[in-house]
């Protein structure tokens, strides 16, 4: 029996492509094994899945001055030699990485004894993670076309990504029995990403009292960033996080208001469903969210707003164009050319474990 390693970690995106896999690998006989951080997101996601999970220890590998720079490296000097054990003991076929600060030393180990790494890269430029692994990698798979110049010629392919199953398999009947709305207003699915959103939070929650004269609104809010006040709103519903119901709520929601993930936009934009996307300030990361958003605005799916141009009215106004020109969305994401990346990815992975 072929054994794969999967890795990736820090938030959902890094996660749920990996899942999406799983199916597919138990079906080709794989064992699977999962390496992620020692209490991270990955960890109870993939625990969820049944899937043997080993953690290690992991540090962020920052671009900006900060105190725990002078400590990280130690962690993840740590983690390669904790790795390295695993692999060793593992002694799996191929990893495949889906990105991540844990998944470097992951691949450096496997590097160190040979086995072969397919790498997943999101968004349009690949991050700081993977620019460190993409040397080591076999393959590269990617999302945009765009993202081949930024790759070594030979090594990219793209994929687009792994889109799990199930999330095309909901019931709008079942979200609405499961929250408790009905079927008389249409819905806004508000996504901050799994780490929650503080910004996209609070102008969504201000906006409110307007949003809910013609809309119902289900907040997926992040941990940590419920509003008591808020518990009995009529036609409003806030979670921390959803997974079981996820599919369901995508099929019940008529707009969408979502940061700009690759992950999240692609699992979107799949299910067609006309959406909002908020990316994440350049301030605040290396700027791959509004990359990807402009280049799902360019191709009609998708309104943007820029975060330094969030504010209840500017929210309010996307919201009333989009649900207005609903149909227009709609037919250019059914009509994009997407791909179903999970056939693509497992034939490769088939490829290195031949």
Avoid at 169 to 187: C, I, Q, Y
């Amino acid at each position: 029996m072929k054994h794969i390693v999967l890795t990736g970690g820090g938030t959902a995106g890094h996660v749920t492509p990996n899942i999406a896999l799983i199916p597919g690998l138990k079906e080709m006989g794989y064992q699977i094994s999962y390496i992620g951080s020692y209490n991270g997101i990955e960890k109870t996601l993939i625990e969820a899945e049944g899937i043997p999970y080993y953690g290690i220890s992991t540090g962020k590998l920052r671009r900006y001055l900060d105190l725990k720079n002078l400590s990280d490296p130690f962690r993840v000097i740590k983690g390669i030699s904790e790795a390295k054990k695993l692999m060793k003991e593992l002694k799996p076929d191929i990893v495949f990485s889906k990105g991540g600060f844990v998944a470097v030393p992951v691949v450096l180990a496997a590097k160190s004894r040979k086995i072969p790494v397919i790498i997943h890269e999101s968004d349009m430029t690949p991050g700081l993670a993977n620019k460190i692994c993409i040397p080591y990698a076999a393959r590269v798979c990617c999302n945009f076309p765009e993202t081949l110049q930024n790759l070594p010629e030979g090594k990219a392919v793209v994929t687009g990504t792994p889109i799990r199953k199930e999330l095309r398999e909901g019931d709008a009947g079942k979200g609405r029995d499961f929250t408790g709305l009905n079927s008389d207003k249409p819905v806004i699915l508000v996504m901050g990403g799994s780490l929650g959103s503080v910004n996209v939070n609070n102008h969504v929650r201000e906006a409110l009292p307007e949003l809910l004269k013609q809309y119902q609104v289900v907040h997926l809010c992040g941990k940590g960033n419920l509003d008591p006040a808020l518990d009995h709103t009529d036609g409003y519903r806030q979670y921390e996080y959803i997974k079981e119901e996820l599919p369901d709520l995508f099929a019940m929601a008529d707009l969408i208001i979502s940061r700009a993930g690759a992950n999240a936009i692609c699992e979107i934009s799949s299910l067609s469903i006309p959406n909002l996307l908020i990316p994440l300030s350049a301030n605040a990361s290396r700027g791959d969210q509004i990359l990807n958003a402009r280049s799902f605005e360019k191709q009609g799916y998708s309104e943007v707003i820029e975060e330094e141009n969030l504010t209840k009215e500017t929210l309010l106004a996307a919201v009333q164009k989009l649900y207005e020109n609903r149909d227009r969305y709609i037919t250019a994401m059914k009509n994009s050319q997407h791909t179903d990346a999970i056939p693509v990815i497992l034939s490769l992975i088939k490829e290195y474990t031949a």
